[in-house]
């Protein structure tokens, strides 16, 4: 770990206990304790798994990784994905899933509507090329067009020597969940080999690149707050 990023590989992860849940396996990966802006937490849900609560002043997401679950009464299995948003219930089960949960203040926007909560299947998202290139290809979970939105969540595929066309330095934070194969990822100054089950914290303005490796591709899935202009509201 430095101070404006980390890499937390699947076999330094320490189990927690949430209040609320019940057999459950809850991993804390990223959090406002390491300096983040964010919360992203590993979920291992058991046959009998339930969670409760409330998303208070903060927005969740929750994406399905293994298994099956119910969230909020929608029966969501692989590739399923929730978004809540702030001022929500909510009510998960589960006869044994893995979800991977990001979370972050949400930040209101004079005159724009809070969005509705939103289900969907990343396999029927449409893949864009990512600035023209098809070996670079991009799917939307969260609609950035909707201004009500501050917080995107994205999937990343890349071909194998598939690389990040340049170095990007931006405001956005990140949150980063490798689904499939593996790269060579560049934070700050650094160079760092990223295996399927990293998780990577990225503050703003860390300067990034990254380039995949084969056989086959490399898929992330990562978070990014948006649609706000922080020269006003600063996080």
């Not at 978004?83 to 998960?92: Q, S």
């Not at 090329?129 to 917080?151: K, S």
Request: charged share 15%.
């Amino acid at each position: 770990m430095r101070d404006r990023y980390a890499i937390i590989a699947p076999d330094s992860h320490v189990p927690s206990v949430l209040p609320g849940w019940t057999d459950t396996t809850a991993h804390i990966l990223i959090s406002p304790a390491m300096g983040a802006n964010l919360v992203q937490t590993s979920f291992v849900l058991g046959p009998k798994a339930t969670g409760s609560g409330q998303t208070g002043q903060d927005q969740h997401f929750y994406y399905v990784l293994e298994g099956k679950c119910r969230i909020n009464g929608k029966d969501l299995s692989a590739g399923h994905y929730a978004w809540l948003p702030p001022g929500t219930k909510f009510e998960i089960s589960s006869p044994g899933a893995k979800l991977m949960y990001f979370a972050k203040r949400y930040e209101p926007l004079a005159g724009t509507a809070v969005p509705a909560a939103l289900f969907g299947d990343a396999a029927k998202v449409a893949e864009a090329p990512y600035l023209g290139d098809p070996h670079l290809r991009l799917r939307g979970l969260i609609p950035e067009t909707n201004l009500g939105h501050d917080f995107a969540v994205n999937i990343f595929t890349f071909d194998p020597g598939a690389t990040l066309p340049f170095v990007e330095i931006h405001i956005m934070e990140h949150g980063l969940l490798v689904l499939e194969g593996g790269g060579i990822y560049r934070l700050n100054e650094d160079f760092h080999p990223v295996h399927q089950g990293d998780v990577i914290w990225m503050a703003p303005y860390c300067p990034q690149w990254f380039i995949a490796k084969g056989p086959g591709p490399t898929r992330y899935l990562y978070c990014k707050n948006v649609n706000r202009d922080a020269t006003l509201n600063p996080h």
